[in-house]
T-cell receptor
Framework: DVKVTQSSRYLVKRTGEKVFLECVQD?????MFWYRQDPGLGLRLIYF???????EKGDIPEGYSVSREKKERFSLILESASTNQTSMYLC??????????????FGPGTRLTVT | AQSVAQPEDQVNVAEGNPLTVKCTYS??????LFWYVQYPNRGLQFLLK??????LVKGSYGFEAEFNKSQTSFHLKKPSALVSDSALYFC????????????FGRGTSLIVHP
């Protein structure tokens, strides 16, 4: 069974802390994504990686960075957490094989609260 | 450029009645279209997709969606709603030949009343 896991379901951090969100997939997918989900705004893409050590900025990369040292793992880093980064963070992966018609597989999400 | 709109923030339907969740899209070329469902405190789960061919696509849990090129729509449907269908539904589009990053709609909350 396909699986995307995220390191924490709930996380509470203080303003200014450095925060690491980890995502692991077991499907040998090339593509991995980080989104944030806020009520009324849907899913917004933060960063995208199409291969190990490769990354591209999404729609809202400010205040975030990412790391992909291994194919199965994609980390999202909040360099200095701020209250406006309180949100639900979703990781996803997809195969790059063949066409672009493949669907994404999502992790359960991490609800981050920054106080 | 690609975009998708879900014109209803919330849809209410009685159990046993048919349901429709609307989605319209805009792409430069031809689209790949997707529907996902999100249950409370969970990630998104894939329901179905349209690639090419038959305009009526069948997916998981008895859901289906109809692709209408002239109206640029991809509405999600189910003949008989269940209370357990209550969830957040997302439509997504990807332009064939474009980036393989999809664009998601803002989501529609489906509430099925007993």
């Amino acid at each position: 069974d396909v699986k995307v896991t995220q390191s924490s379901r709930y996380l509470v951090k203080r303003t200014g802390e450095k925060v690491f969100l980890e995502c692991v997939q077991d499907m040998d997918h090339e593509n991995m994504f980080w989104y944030r989900q806020d009520p009324g705004l849907g899913l917004r893409l933060i960063y995208f990686s199409y291969d190990v050590k490769m990354k591209e900025k999404g729609d809202i990369p400010e205040g975030y960075s990412v790391s992909r040292e291994k194919k199965e793992r994609f980390s999202l880093i909040l360099e200095s957490a701020s209250t406006n980064q309180t949100s639900m963070y979703l990781c996803a992966s997809s195969s790059r094989a063949g066409s672009t018609a493949v669907e994404q597989y999502f992790g359960p999400g991490t609800r981050l609260t920054v106080t | 450029a690609q975009s998708v709109a879900q014109p209803e923030d919330q849809v209410n339907v009685a159990e046993g009645n048919p349901l429709t969740v609307k989605c319209t899209y805009s792409v430069s070329g031809n689209p790949y279209l997707f529907w996902y469902v999100q249950y409370p405190n969970r990630g998104l789960q894939f329901l179905l997709k349209y690639i090419t061919g038959d305009n009526l696509v069948k997916g998981s849990y008895g859901f289906e969606a109809e692709f209408n090129k002239s109206q640029t729509s991809f509405h999600l449907k189910k003949p008989s709603a269940l209370v357990s269908d209550s969830a957040l539904y997302f439509c997504a589009v990807r332009d064939i030949g474009g980036s393989y990053i999809p664009t998601f709609g803002r989501g529609t909350s489906l509430i099925v009343h007993p």
